[in-house]
Every structure is written in structure tokens, then in C-alpha cells.
């Protein structure tokens, strides 16, 4: 990329990728500590907001794709 183009969402998503990582890291942590102390409605909650977090991170990155080819 040269200086005068404008950063794609692409670059913006590959940059802050150790920050997606770090929170879908939580998300198992908290499902973990959630499952070992018997909390099902919590649990399923917080699988129900990884799932969808996963989803829109995935939806991002697909139209990038789509845009960056």
C-alpha cells in the first residue's frame, strides 16, 4: 500500500486482531469458570454473546474480503 491510499477496513481489522483474540479469549474463560460452577443461564448467555461476536467479526472480515479482491 502506498502513502497516498487509504487504509481498507481490512488493514484496520488485521491491526486490532490481538484485540479480537484477547476478547473471544474471555468469552472461553468466562464459559469455563461459569460451566465449573453449575451456572447454566449465565453459561448459555455468554455462549449465546460469543457465538454472535464470532459472527459479526466473521460477517466483517467476509465483506473486506469481498471488497479487498
Not at 486482531?17 to 451456572?39: C, D, H, N, P, R
Request: without cysteine; proline residues 4%; glycine residues 4%.
Amino acid at each position: 500500500m502506498g502513502p497516498n491510499q487509504p487504509m481498507m477496513l481490512y488493514d484496520i481489522v488485521e491491526d486490532n486482531l490481538s484485540l479480537v483474540s484477547k476478547i473471544y479469549q474471555s468469552f472461553e474463560a468466562l464459559e469455563e469458570t461459569l460451566g465449573a460452577l453449575k451456572m447454566e443461564e449465565p453459561l448459555f448467555m455468554t455462549y449465546a454473546a460469543k457465538k454472535s461476536f464470532a459472527h459479526n467479526i466473521m460477517k466483517t472480515t467476509n465483506g473486506v474480503h469481498r471488497l479487498k479482491n
